[in-house]
Each structure stands twice: as C-alpha cells, then as structure tokens.
Antibody, heavy 121, light 110 residues
Framework: EVQLLESGGGSPQTGGSLRVSCVVS????????MSWVRQAPGKGLEWVST????????YYTNSVKGRFIISRDISRNTLYLQMKSLRAEDTAVYYC??????????????WGQGTLVSVSS | QSVLTQPPSTSAAPGQKVTISCSGS????????VSWYVQVTGTAPKLLIY???KRPSGIPDRFSGSKSGTSATLGITGLQTGDEAVYYC???????????FGGGTLLTVL
C-alpha cells in the first residue's frame, strides 16, 4: 500500500527556516515525480514544487523560487522541502503527493495527511 | 485569483445530478490533461478523475469528467450526503510552467 507521511511542521518566525519531510512507503521515491502542494487556512490548493523521478529537474511556483528547495533521499525514501526566508503568506498545510504514474508528473495521487507550517511574526 | 475558474459553490438534493465547471485557457486546459480532486473538510485531497475522464480504482461511476476546448466539467449523479466536499480541478500550465488548480467548488447536498 502506498503511504506518504509528512512531518516537520511548526511555527517558525518570519524570516526563519524550516524543513518538512515526507516518508513514503509502498514504492521507490526515485521512480515517480514527487510534489509539495500547500493549502493556506480556509483557502484552496496551491502547487509549490515538484522533483521529477530522476531528480534532474525541479520546478517551483514563482513565490517560493530562491527560498525553497525540494530534494529527496533515496536511501531513506524521503522527500524534503527546505524553506527559508519564510513569510506570513507561507503559512499553510503542506501536503506531500506523488505523480499518479511515471509519466503523470502533475496528476497527484495519493496525498499525505499534511503538516502545518505557521509562520509567526 | 486562480488560473482556473470554478464556481465557488453549488448545491443539489440527494439523488440529483450536479455539474461543476472549470474554465481555463489554451495554455492549460486546452493543452493538458485535467484532473479533479475532492477534499472533505479536515482531510487531505483525493484524486477523483484523471486524464480528463478516467476514474481511479475505487471511484464509483457516479463521478464523470469531460473536457472541451479550454473548459472541463465534473459530473456527479445520484448525489449522496457523503459527497459534500470541495472539488478542485487541476492541470499543467505550459505558459506559466506551473501546475495550477481551480479555486475549488463547495458542493452542498441539501
């Protein structure tokens, strides 16, 4: 069974840093594209970043370029999102999700339960 | 302001049918597959429809998807109270080079 389990959320201060993690099971993380999608309180879904299966390509939404880095550790089957220079508008639940198939990079299935990042001033 | 436009809310009675629209442009819906996701309050989103009209295993055939030009539509028949949720469309935008979602449509089953 495919499972994704996020952790690492917290309450960093504005301008601070945080790394969230996503441990996956049921598949090899180097086979599929992996993504982070966030949801601000009471708002809709916002795609944040994607790393492709071979890890030779990464994609970011404009608002996090230069501040967030997506990476993975194959030995730990874990996806990461390193966040720095955090802003209030980064406050959200961060979901880890997987490309549905090898070729379906931006069709997200399944999703983890999410981890809350609350940036405080 | 979302790149993909959905109605904020819709409602229908149990047993009835509802459709939810998702409007985009040639750089997103017009040139990429559309997915639909459902999110029940307090839970993570779940894939409902992929490649415009395909259902993942376990999704009942009461749910259907279609696409025409730069718009997509989710259809739900035989509405149940358990269908109350927010529904999102999503796709890739080749001009923005980002994945994009609609703003979500809250479905109320009266």
């Amino acid at each position: 069974e495919v499972q994704l389990l996020e952790s690492g959320g917290g309450s960093p201060q504005t301008g601070g840093s945080l790394r969230v993690s996503c441990v996956v099971s049921g598949f090899n993380i180097n086979t599929f594209a992996m993504s982070w999608v966030r949801q601000a309180p009471g708002k809709g879904l916002e795609w944040v970043s994607t790393i492709n299966g071979s890890a030779n390509s990464t994609y970011y939404t404009n608002s996090v370029k230069g501040r967030f880095i997506i990476s993975r550790d194959i030995s730990r089957n874990t996806l990461y999102l390193q966040m720095k220079s955090l802003r209030a508008e980064d406050t959200a639940v961060y979901y880890c999700t997987k490309g549905r198939t090898v070729g379906a990079t931006f069709c997200f299935d399944p999703w983890g339960q999410g981890t809350l990042v609350s940036v405080s001033s | 302001q979302s790149v993909l436009t959905q109605p904020p809310s819709t409602s229908a009675a149990p047993g009835q049918k509802v459709t939810i629209s998702c409007s985009g442009s040639t750089s997103n819906i017009g040139s990429s597959f559309v997915s639909w996701y459902v999110q029940v309050t307090g839970t993570a989103p779940k894939l409902l429809i992929y490649e415009n009209n395909k259902r993942p295993s376990g999704i009942p055939d009461r749910f259907s998807g279609s696409k025409s030009g730069t718009s997509a539509t989710l259809g739900i028949t035989g509405l149940q109270t358990g269908d109350e949720a927010v529904y999102y469309c999503g796709t890739w935008d080749a001009s923005l080079t980002t994945a994009v979602f609609g703003g979500g449509t809250l479905l109320t089953v009266l």
